[in-house]
């Protein structure tokens, strides 16, 4: 089975304007779920969805954070199954390249491996999807 999620996107927005929405608490909050998040190897964040979203919270730890360079593991509460997302960002005469990975899901075992894959695949699409329009409307940048 394939063990790593690739998405790759070009945002219209500066390198800086994406940075923050992706490393900054109070944005991840406003485009993603409830973020306590400081993109500092070594912090342990948490990521907790409302209820009515039927979503587990999420935890981990950064483990990279230079510029445009974001690591961080990911576990699923009740998993204790760990995976690794990688954000890395680049600049572009369009404006920023956003290439996300998702990899380990193969720590998962058997069947539960297919079903995380593809329930981790269309999270990202929404993920991505939901931040682009954060840049859009709320933060507006060029």
């Given at each position: ?133 954060y840049l859009k409307q709320d933060v507006h940048a060029r």
């Amino acid at each position: 089975m394939k063990d790593v999620i690739r998405k790759e996107h070009i945002l219209n927005h500066s390198i800086d304007n994406v940075w923050n929405a992706i490393t900054k608490q109070e944005q991840i909050s406003n485009w993603f779920i409830e973020a306590d998040f400081k993109a500092e190897p070594g912090y342990k964040y948490t990521f907790t969805a409302p209820e009515e979203q039927n979503c587990s919270q999420i935890t981990g730890e950064v483990k990279k954070a230079n510029p445009y360079t974001l690591i961080y593991t990911w576990i699923v509460a009740e998993t204790n199954i760990e995976t690794t997302v990688k954000w890395e960002l680049e600049k572009t005469e369009e404006g920023t390249k956003l290439l996300l990975e998702h990899s380990g899901i193969s720590n998962y075992l058997g069947e539960n491996a297919v079903t995380m894959f593809t329930s981790f695949n269309g999270g990202w699409d929404n993920c991505i999807s939901g931040l682009s329009k954060y840049l859009k409307q709320d933060v507006h940048a060029r």
